[in-house]
C-alpha cells in the first residue's frame, strides 16, 4: 500500500487596510498585476498579501507585503487579528485589519517578470499590483476573491462592537 504524502498548503499573510468615510467603513483593496488579470475586475481583487517563507512569521510578511505591493509602509497601529481561510486552491491565507488611510493613486508596487506572449521567449516585467482602491463593505465583497470575503465580514463583526 503507498502512503500519499500531502505536502503542507501554501500559506499568506496580508492586511486589510479600513478607514471611515462618510460614516461608513471603507477598506482598501489591490488589483493583481498581469496579463492574466487585466480583463477580470469582480471577484478579481485581493487584500495585499504575499507567500509566508519558512523563516518568518505571518505577521512580518503581511507588513512585508504591504510594502512590497503598495510601495508604503503598513501603519504602526494595532492590527487586529482576522483569522485565517483557506481559498478554493487550498491555500492559506492569515489577515490583520489596519486601520489607515493612503491614496490609491500613489501606490508603487514591485514588479515580477515572466514571459509573454506565451512561447514567444520574451519577458517582460509586470507590476505585482496595477491598482489599489477604496471600497465599501458590500462592494468589498463582490470585488475580493471569493476566498478571502470572509476578512470584510469579520471586520465588519469586529468594527459594530
Known amino acids: ?74 501603519p504602526d497601529g494595532e492590527l487586529i487579528p ?3 481561510v483557506r481559498q478554493a486552491g487550498g491555500k492559506i491565507v492569515h489577515a490583520w485589519a489596519a486601520r489607515g488611510d493612503l491614496d490609491p493613486g500613489s501606490i508603487s508596487s514591485m514588479t515580477f517578470e515572466m514571459e509573454w506572449p506565451p512561447r514567444s521567449g520574451r519577458k517582460q516585467p509586470f507590476p505585482e499590483v496595477d491598482r489599489a482602491g477604496w471600497f465599501d463593505l458590500e462592494q468589498a465583497r463582490r470585488m475580493l476573491v471569493e476566498g478571502q470575503r470572509t476578512f470584510v465580514d469579520r471586520l465588519e463583526e469586529t468594527l459594530g462592537r
Open 1 to 74: 500500500m503507498r502512503r500519499s504524502r500531502s505536502r503542507p498548503a501554501a500559506q499568506s499573510a496580508g492586511l486589510l487596510l479600513h478607514r471611515v468615510r462618510e460614516g461608513k467603513p471603507e477598506v482598501l483593496l489591490v488589483h493583481p498585476g498581469g496579463p492574466f488579470w487585466k480583463k477580470r475586475d469582480e471577484g478579481a481583487w485581493s487584500i495585499p498579501k504575499g507567500e509566508i517563507e519558512p523563516d518568518e512569521t505571518p505577521i512580518e510578511v503581511a507588513r512585508r507585503e504591504f510594502r512590497e505591493e503598495l510601495g508604503i509602509d503598513a
Open 82 to 84: 482576522l483569522g485565517s
